[in-house]
């Protein structure tokens, strides 16, 4: 019995034990992003819709007319 118990002990520590000293320091290195900065004045596509608005606006004019 004392052999068995002797023999299961040992099992156990030898498998708790080289567990214990597994692995090691984990390092973790951060990666810093670099972001490209854009132009302030970027031309959108809004203007290039008013553009064309204002100019039919002032060039077609109104209905102002008077009936004969």
Known sequence: MKTLLATGLA???ALTASTAFAGGPVVI?????V????PASS???LPLLLIPIILC???C????ERPA
């Open 61 to 64: 004019g109104g209905d102002n």
């Open 57 to 59: 606006v002032a060039l």
């Open 43 to 45: 031309v959108g596509i």
């Open 11 to 13: 099992a156990s520590l």
């Open 29 to 33: 290195e951060e990666e810093i992003e």
């Open 35 to 38: 972001v490209a900065e854009q």
